[in-house]
């Protein structure tokens, strides 16, 4: 059974950085997408980044371009957001994601596409 457990959120000031973590296990494949979501209030959640294992070919957000980074240990399998330049818009609940590989395109910002979900993990950032 794949597990995933966000930490590292916490509240930071405008222009901070935070570094998200996210333990993910159980998985039987080595190929598969891990990704981080995002959802305040009364919104959708929104993809922020993904990244594909083993490969490691990354995609993000228009939003968080240039200021995130998704990476992921390959020795102990966690998965990171560096995030830089934080501003108050980028105040939400962050969650990891993950897919098991599938062939063919497909849209990685479609939440319905994932598998499994972390709980979740609060980031705000002050004014």
């Known amino acids: 059974q794949v597990r995933l457990a966000e930490s590292g959120g916490g509240s930071v000031q405008a222009g901070g950085s935070l570094r998200l973590s996210c333990a993910a296990s159980?998985?039987?494949?080595?190929?598969?997408?891990l990704a981080w979501f995002r959802q305040v209030p009364q919104k959708d959640r929104e993809g922020v980044a993904i990244i594909k294992v083993p490969e490691g070919w990354r995609a993000y957000g228009d939003s968080v371009k240039g200021r995130f980074t998704i990476s992921r240990d390959n020795v102990d399998d966690t998965l990171y957001l560096e995030m830089n330049n934080l501003s108050p818009e980028d105040t939400g609940m962050y969650y990891c994601?993950?897919?098991?590989?599938?062939?063919?395109?497909?849209?990685?910002?479609?939440?319905?596409?994932?598998?499994?979900w972390g709980q979740g993990i609060q980031v705000t950032v002050g004014t």
């Open positions: 159980g998985f039987t494949d080595s190929r598969y997408y």
């Open positions: 994601a993950a897919r098991l590989f599938v062939v063919g395109p497909w849209t990685w910002t479609d939440v319905g596409k994932y598998d499994y």
